[in-house]
Nanobody, 115 residues
Framework: QVQLVESGGGLVQAGGSLRLSCAASGIIFSITAMGWYRQAPGRQRELVAGITYGSRTNYADSVQGRFTISRDNAKNTVYLQMNSLKPEDTAVYYC?????????WGQGTQVTVSS
């Protein structure tokens, strides 16, 4: 059974940092390109960062230089280090396949950045 479990969100002041984690099960994680997505109220879900199975990364322009995606294949986990957070980063953050995505969505983790 495929399962994605996100954690690490919270309330932080502008300029602060958070580290999100996503534990995956039921997939061959080591050969799966993964992505972090976010959805703000009233907006469509968007891709913010991706990492291939070879650890090649890409970022949305809005987070470039502030967010870092990484993965630990031994733990079947993908991370998102978020620095210099802005109020516009407020959203529910999800992980899923980078290409597709076709896995069942997890519950996400709420990130709220206060000004």
């Amino acid at each position: 059974q495929v399962q994605l479990v996100e954690s690490g969100g919270g309330l932080v002041q502008a300029g602060g940092s958070l580290r999100l984690s996503c534990a995956a099960s039921g997939i061959i994680f080591s050969i799966t390109a993964m992505g972090w997505y976010r959805q703000a109220p009233g907006r469509q879900r968007e891709l913010v960062a991706g990492i291939t199975y070879g650890s090649r990364t890409n970022y949305a322009d809005s987070v470039q230089g502030r967010f870092t995606i990484s993965r630990d294949n031994a733990k079947n986990t993908v991370y998102l280090q978020m620095n210099s957070l802005k109020p516009e980063d407020t959203a529910v953050y999800y992980c899923n396949e980078l290409y597709g995505p076709s896995l069942p969505w997890g519950q996400g983790t709420q990130v709220t950045v206060s000004s």
